[in-house]
């Protein structure tokens, strides 16, 4: 006989659920939070021995491309004064044709005299075009500074003024006014100013942005095609210049800073810049690994794998580009990586990925 054939069993029972007599469980009496200091701090990430190294990692892998500082430059001032030279040197030459021309006959010298005039107007406009266009970049460059400052303000204030000059330099981009007019019905509320910058780098920068991405893989692609099928490193040399040349003028178009030929010369030599100070290739952005150590270039010919590395030049040179001409820094979207157009340069990257190891064991 088991415990359970030797236990009473109860027999069943019927209650009445009116019964006056019946008490009904009263809950209990919820207890007051409280504090208790136990004594327990939490060490920073800047100052955890462990993630020191990764931060200052992270931290070089996310660094942005930033214009270079105007300084006084003596090759400049000499630059200036034999432009000036110049100037009067053509300048004397045109009188004494003119001079000349009316000597042999009157009409000669008013014809002279008309080209010489047409030939200023249109220095002028050159000029005057030219001087916009810087004007327009250094303006893009105090919009994001002046977001960077705002940021460390949390009244709603300064970050509504760099968003008024955001949208004002962002009015003539269709791809804007769904984001402009979302922007506008916040016009009553009150954001704090971090906040703010989000809401308004979400809005108006992500249409442009997934552009910008767009132009970067297209570029590189074209890149990575012609240099693998062009037979001399001349024409892929000439071919990179005029392809990233492109590439940045239209991202400093996409951007609202449409630069002239003096801007274009500026951001091209900024990127450049950037590049050689941080390396041509991110080493954070796994390119090498991924490119060599997972053994891509042995299974792509040797013409492909020039075409495939100098489109992802052309990628790394775009995103320098993208950190020059966007008005304001990334901060609430993701800064796009070399990475992100890996796999459609080189769709073996993630299968050649995935299998090294097995193929390496």
């Known amino acids: 006989m088991t415990d359970d054939d030797r236990r009473p069993s109860r027999k069943p029972a019927a209650f009445a659920v009116d019964d006056p007599q019946a008490r009904i469980a009263q809950p209990a009496k919820p207890r007051l939070p409280s504090s208790f200091d136990t004594g327990i701090s939490i060490t920073p990430d800047a100052d955890d021995p462990f993630l020191a190294e990764t931060i200052a990692q992270e931290d070089a892998l996310l660094e942005e491309a930033r214009p270079r500082r105007r300084r006084f430059s003596f090759a400049r001032l000499a630059m200036g004064a034999l432009g000036i030279l110049v100037s009067l040197a053509i300048g004397v030459w045109v009188d004494a044709l003119v001079r000349d021309l009316f000597t042999r006959a009157d009409w000669l010298g008013w014809l002279a005299i008309a080209a010489a005039a047409t030939a200023v107007i249109g220095l002028l406009a050159i000029v005057v075009r030219e001087t916009a266009g810087i004007f327009r970049l250094n303006a893009v460059q105090a919009l994001k500074q002046e977001a960077q400052e705002a940021r460390h303000d949390v009244s709603p204030k300064p970050a509504r003024k760099v968003m008024a000059h955001l949208i004002d330099l962002l009015a003539a981009k269709p791809d804007t006014a769904n984001g402009r007019a979302r922007l506008a019905r916040t016009e009553g509320e009150i954001i704090d100013g971090p906040h703010l910058l989000d809401l308004a780098e979400r809005e108006l920068l992500t249409p442009l942005d997934r552009q910008a991405r767009s132009l970067i893989l297209n570029a590189s692609k074209r890149v990575s095609i012609v240099t693998a099928v062009s037979p001399r490193a001349l ?74 590395i100098n489109g992802l030049m052309t990628a790394r040179i775009g995103i320098a580009a993208m950190d020059l001409c966007r008005p304001m820094p990334f901060h609430a979207l993701k800064r796009p990586g070399i990475g992100d157009f890996l796999a459609d340069l080189a769709p073996g990257a993630s299968r050649s990925s995935a299998t090294s190891p097995q193929g390496d064991a």
């Not at 630069?259 to 041509?280: E, Q, W």
Request: proline share 1%; hydrophobic share 45%.
């Open 235 to 308: 024409v892929d040399l000439g071919y990179v210049i005029y392809e990233s040349a492109r590439l940045i003028r239209t991202m400093a178009d996409l951007y609202g800073g449409r630069p002239g030929s003096l801007g274009l010369i500026r951001l091209f030599r900024d990127v450049v810049a950037h590049l050689a100070v941080t390396g041509s290739i991110a080493v954070g952005d796994s390119l090498m690994q991924q490119v060599v150590g997972h053994g891509i270039a042995s299974k792509l010919s040797a013409r492909l794998g020039e075409g495939v």
